[in-house]
Each structure stands twice: as C-alpha cells, then as structure tokens.
C-alpha cells in the first residue's frame, strides 16, 4: 500500500481504521482505543504515528496486539523538501548574521549626525552620509534573509511578531530612502536647509523604526 | 484563566492567534535540539551516552511533531472562526 491509500482507511463512517508506525501499516479498527478512527482525542486513522510514539505514555510493543497489514511502497522517500533548506538555513543563518550591518552601521551614523549637530564639524555629517548609505543599503540583505527563515522555517506564518517585522521593515526602508533622496536634494548640507532637516529627521526616524523590527527579531529567538 | 467558552469572538480570535505564534516559534527549537542530540550521539563514546542521547532526540522529534499537530488544529478552528 501507499501512503495515499492509507489515508482513506480512516475508521469514519465505517471504515476500516489503519494507521503506519515504521514504514509498516496496522489495522487498529478492532481497538477499543481507536473508536471510529480517532485515538486519546489527539490522533487519527490514515495517519503515520512513527513521530508521535516518544509522545505516548506507552512504547512501541503495543503494536504487537493489533493485525499487520503490510509495508508502505515508497515511491519517494517520505521527506519534506523544505528539510534541505532548514538544514542549510541552520548551518549559516544568514539573517542573525546580516543584521549587525545595518543595526551597527546605522546607529553608528546616528551618533555622527549629532556630533555634527553639535560641533558643525562637516567631516561628521559626511560620515553620517556614507554610513546612511552603506547602512541602508545593508537593509536589504537582512529583509531578505529574513523573509527567508519566515518561508523555511515558519512556514509563512503570519503572526503579530511576523506582521510587525514586515510592516516595520517596510517602513525603514522608506525612511532610509527618503533620507537617501532628501541628502542629495540638499546640495552642500548647509543647515537651515529643508531637505537637510528632512534629511536628519528621517535618519533619526529610522533608529527607532529599526529597533522595533529588531526587537521583535529577538522576540522570536527568545521567545518569553 | 478564562476559558475559550467564555470569550466573544473576537477574543477568541485573539486569543487562538496569541496560541499559534507561541506554538509556531517552539518548532524550529524543538528541530534544533533534535539535531544538537543526534550530532552528541555520533560524537559519544559510550553506548550509554549513544542510547541516551538517541532517546532524547527521539522525544524532541516527539515534541516536533506534536506542536506540528497542535498548529495545524489551531489554523483550522481560526479558520472555522473567521469564516462561521
Ligand atoms: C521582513 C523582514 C524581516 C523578517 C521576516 C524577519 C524575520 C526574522 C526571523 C524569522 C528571526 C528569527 C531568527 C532566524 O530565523 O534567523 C529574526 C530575528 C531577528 N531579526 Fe529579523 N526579520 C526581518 C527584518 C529584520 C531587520 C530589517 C532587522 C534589523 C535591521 C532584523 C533584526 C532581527 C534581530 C536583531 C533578530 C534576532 C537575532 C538573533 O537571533 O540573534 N530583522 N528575524
């Protein structure tokens, strides 16, 4: 039998109740235990309960007691494709490791903006600049990879913390844009100057923007 | 606690979202353990350590597949809520 096949042995309506444990399919439809397909409220009929046998409060001989029907015919080896990429995102994780730029970078760039502020010293508020763009640049590469642990690793799952993360993201980028856009429309950054304010005030925006989708990046790898 | 029956929907629809990202964010710790015991039980040198380490991979896949369970019963009655 195939997995598919034993998928319609589900103990409802009269049917026969199997299910697969180690590659092997057992006709439970006899057992008290397994009324109408469903076992202890958790389990049913037509499933593979090899997984779940560490989970139960009893060991494997119980299957001594119910009839073997036969072994599975695997067409393909029963493996999820996402289990390669999983292995590859575990062995690099790639998002923990590219979100130091733009969270470094960025907060660095902060700091230079407003010891130009202070000290009107232009080799600062140059630095500022170069760091927005290296630093928003830097946003991409951890949006990137972090929709990425969210497609392999979660499955897509769109949850508070997850719609934060996007939304927030979203919102960074557009700020780092406009401060980009508003930089170079500024000409010779002298202050008094508009687009220099717009400037400063969406590279400001940006550091709390940031902090929250890191925030909430913690959250999930420390869950509480 | 108040129970699930106790709530209006939205709070249950509140309340079932809360539930599924506490679930979702336990698997890939639980696949993480797992593959931290099966990479100890290649590395040990006793059959004791071997077994035991083995057993405990075991309860973490275990532990997997039952939030994998709970997960997918939590989407359908969220399903069953947004669209009754
Ligand atoms: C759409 C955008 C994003 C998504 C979907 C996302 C998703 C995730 C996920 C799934 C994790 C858990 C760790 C992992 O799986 O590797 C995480 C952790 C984290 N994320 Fe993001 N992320 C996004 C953007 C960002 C950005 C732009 C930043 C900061 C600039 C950021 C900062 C963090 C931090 C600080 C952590 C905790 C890192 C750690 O585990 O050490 N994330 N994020």
Avoid at chain 1, 184 to 197: D, I, K, P, T
Wanted: net charge neutral; proline share 4%; aromatic share 12%.
């Amino acid at each position: 039998m195939k997995r598919e096949d034993v998928k319609e042995f589900n103990g409802e309506n009269g049917k026969p109740a199997y299910i697969i444990f180690k590659g092997k399919v057992y006709d439970v439809t006899e057992s008290r235990l397994w009324k109408n397909g469903k076992h202890m409220g958790r389990h049913k009929a037509g499933g593979d309960m090899t997984d779940f046998i560490s989970m139960a409060p009893h060991d494997e001989k119980v299957l001594d007691k119910v009839k073997y029907v036969c072994d599975i015919e695997e067409d393909i080896p029963k493996e999820d494709p996402k289990e390669k990429w999983r292995n590859l995102y575990r062995r690099y994780h790639p998002h923990p490791i590219f979100i130091h730029f733009p969270m470094g970078v960025l907060y660095f760039g902060v700091f230079m903006l407003f010891l130009f502020l202070i000290f009107k010293i232009s080799e600062f508020e140059r630095t500022a600049y170069y760091a927005l763009l290296f630093g928003g640049t830097s946003v991409f590469p951890a949006v990137i990879t972090g929709l990425m642990s969210w497609y392999i690793n979660y499955d897509r799952t769109l949850t508070e913390i997850f719609k934060n993360k996007i939304i927030y993201s979203s919102f960074l980028i557009l700020l780092v844009i406009n401060a980009v856009v508003a930089r170079v429309l500024s000409g010779n950054q002298e202050e008094g100057n508009l687009w220099f304010y717009i400037y400063a005030i969406s590279y400001l925006l940006a550091i709390p923007v940031m902090t929250f989708v890191a925030y909430n990046g913690g959250r999930i790898t420390w869950p509480d | 606690m108040a129970g699930l029956n106790d709530m209006n929907k939205q709070e249950k629809i509140k309340a079932i979202e809360e539930m599924i990202q506490i679930v979702l964010l336990r698997i890939p710790k639980e696949i993480e353990a797992m593959h931290f015991y099966i990479k100890a039980a290649e590395k040990s040198t006793t059959d004791e350590a071997k077994n035991l380490f083995i057993a405990l991979a075991q309860q973490e896949k275990g532990h997997e597949a039952e939030l994998r369970r709970i997960l997918n019963d939590l989407k359908q009655q969220l399903m069953e809520l947004k669209n009754g």
